[in-house]
């Protein structure tokens, strides 16, 4: 069977930066208007205060500065506190496909072949815009690339999942190269109104071109060493949006149809399960895990990814050693792994190894080990 390695990778950041003073502003805004029109109400103690947000807690817990969205305005609309992305007719291409064909476009020419050479594209992604077409087939048919293409989602592993089912697929001959994309547009399932999670996400795509290593360039890219998957079924992180259970998302009673989570829960269960599975894997591929050159992780939160990379590494990591893109692009769900790849890893010379992990809703987590060719 061919081993698969990864040729390329691609990014598309969208062009507007927010930072937690401009978002904090907006919520404190909004908080300031409810406690005013509801002044009478929460004096009587029928309804409860609102309380402002704090831009320093905000990078104190999470490690986040800024993120970048597809759409401020709305954001920073104390009225609106949601994206404001127009609805596009069945004939344009869709905001979701459109920036992951940007991401797409970045690998392909870091890549240097064409398009035709992809024999099939996944969308790997927690945030799907529609339930059908696929999101992967528009991306398939804006690029001109035949053979066939599909959506999966994993929350916050997808890339990691659509990693190995790539590298599956290479080895299996079902494709000679296979292009993930990760299109996020987390905005749009984030609670702007909760104080506690309205700072954590970013929007932004990722792209990878996954292909047989007897057909890869000489010194191109990086095997793979070995995937490995996991999940875990847990109510902590959970989005109950849905075609059964419509209604508008920010209404009294449907705030678990955007985004909720018992952070510290997550923090408590999943830093020892994604530690654990890492060291077992490296063991089991013979890989000395105080030995990698680099961790890619998934960006969730600043204080759990030290934790994961202190665990994994043995030691406190030395600088870019744990890569953490989290202060500039936030959590960006499935893509975060994938922008610390992108972003950390041109220096690799041969033979270095690193891992890409992710993790997140389910639980779900994933490992890919991969060696500089
Ligand atoms: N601004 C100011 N203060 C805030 C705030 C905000 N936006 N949100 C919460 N606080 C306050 C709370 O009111 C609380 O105050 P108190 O101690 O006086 O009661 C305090 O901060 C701690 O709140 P808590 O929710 O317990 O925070 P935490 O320390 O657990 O941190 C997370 C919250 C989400 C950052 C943390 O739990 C975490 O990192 N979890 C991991 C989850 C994750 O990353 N999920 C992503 C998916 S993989």
Same mark, same amino acid.
């Given at each position: ?25 907006? !919520? ?5 208007? !409810? ?339």
């Amino acid at each position: 069977m061919p081993d698969a390695v990864i040729a390329a990778t691609g990014l598309y950041t969208p062009p507007n930066s927010l930072s937690n003073v401009e978002l904090v502003e907006t !919520f404190n805004a909004y908080v300031a208007r !409810f406690n005013t029109a509801n002044a009478e109400a929460i004096e009587a103690g029928r309804i409860e205060g609102l309380t402002p947000s704090s831009a320093e807690f905000i990078e104190k817990a999470s490690g986040i500065k800024s993120r970048f969205v597809v759409d401020k305005s709305g954001l920073m609309d104390p009225e609106l506190m949601r994206p404001v992305i127009p609805e596009r007719s069945n004939e344009e291409l869709s905001v979701l496909a459109e920036i992951a064909v940007e991401a797409a476009r970045d690998a392909l020419a870091r890549w240097g072949k064409p398009a035709s050479g992809i024999g099939a594209v996944i969308c790997a992604a927690s945030n799907m815009q529609r339930a059908y077409p696929a999101m992967a087939i528009e991306v398939q048919q804006a690029l001109g690339i035949e053979g066939f293409a599909f959506d999966m989602n994993v929350a916050c592993s997808s890339a990691t999942f659509g990693l190995k089912t790539a590298a599956d697929f290479v080895a299996s001959g079902s494709a000679r190269a296979v292009l993930m994309v990760n299109p996020e547009i987390c905005s749009g399932h984030l609670n702007f109104r909760d104080r506690d999670s309205h700072f954590i996400f970013g929007d932004v795509a990722t792209a990878a071109i996954v292909e047989r290593e007897d057909e890869a360039d000489d010194g191109a890219g990086w095997e793979i060493l070995g995937t490995r998957l996991k999940t875990q079924f847990s109510n902590n992180i959970r989005n109950n949006f849905g075609f059964l259970n419509r209604g508008a998302p920010e209404g009294v009673g449907q705030k678990d149809k955007l985004f909720v989570q018992e952070g510290r829960k997550v923090f408590r269960e999943v830093v020892p399960m994604v530690s654990e599975m890492i060291v077992e894997h490296a063991a089991d591929l013979g890989i000395d895990p105080t030995g990698l050159k680099r961790l890619w992780l998934h960006q969730a939160n600043i204080n759990m990814n030290e934790m994961i990379g202190r665990r994994v590494l043995g030691r406190d990591p030395a600088p870019g050693e744990n890569v953490i893109i989290l202060d500039e692009y936030a959590n960006t769900s499935s893509a975060g792994s994938i922008i610390a790849f992108h972003k950390a890893s041109d220096d690799f010379a041969r033979g270095d190894t690193g891992l890409i992990c992710s993790f997140g809703a389910g639980y779900s987590a994933g490992t890919v080990f991969v060696r500089k060719r």
